[in-house]
């Protein structure tokens, strides 16, 4: 059998009583209980906890967990980066501060003019490492790591 719904009030049990219930109250119309044609669609709809929405809330707060574990762990490593003692030595020039020129090939000489010294290092046949600035440690900034830093 098929009823149409049309929106109208709520008929309480007692007929001689009309009373508006809810704005999404419908009233079935035919020969039927009182209390069988009231089909109320509340404003409020309840939410049914099913499978694909516990996933959802599942994945939303292992996600969150994560994201901030991850957080937690970068800024524990760099406090312990900054920590410890930097021995590295230079990536470009070994550790040995001075660089070979790359003009004169470390002769000391122009090789456009072989009677004047390089321009480029003065006659001096090295300059000092631009990585390190003549220190011969790595900077922190390039800073590589060893199995050593993963361990605790």
């Excluded at 550790?95 to 003019?113: A, D, M, V």
């Excluded at 631009?130 to 060893?146: E, F, H, K, V």
């Amino acid at each position: 059998m098929i009823a149409f719904v049309s929106p109208t009030t709520i008929l309480s049990f007692r007929r001689d009583m009309i009373s508006k219930k809810a704005t999404f109250c419908f009233h079935l119309q035919g020969k039927q209980a009182a209390w069988s044609r009231q089909v109320c669609r509340r404003g409020s709809v309840y939410m049914s906890l099913d499978a694909g929405y516990f996933q959802g809330f599942l994945t939303a707060a292992l996600g969150l967990t994560a994201g901030i574990a991850f957080l937690v762990w970068t800024e524990k490593q760099g406090v312990r980066g900054s920590q410890r003692e930097n021995l590295q030595p230079c990536v470009v020039c070994n550790g040995q501060k001075r660089l070979e020129c790359i003009r004169c090939k470390g002769s000391g000489k122009n090789p456009t003019e072989e009677s004047e010294l390089c321009s480029f290092c003065d006659g001096v046949g090295t300059v000092v490492c631009s990585n390190c600035a003549g220190g011969g440690i790595q900077p922190r900034y390039l800073d590589r790591y060893s199995p050593e830093d993963f361990l605790d």
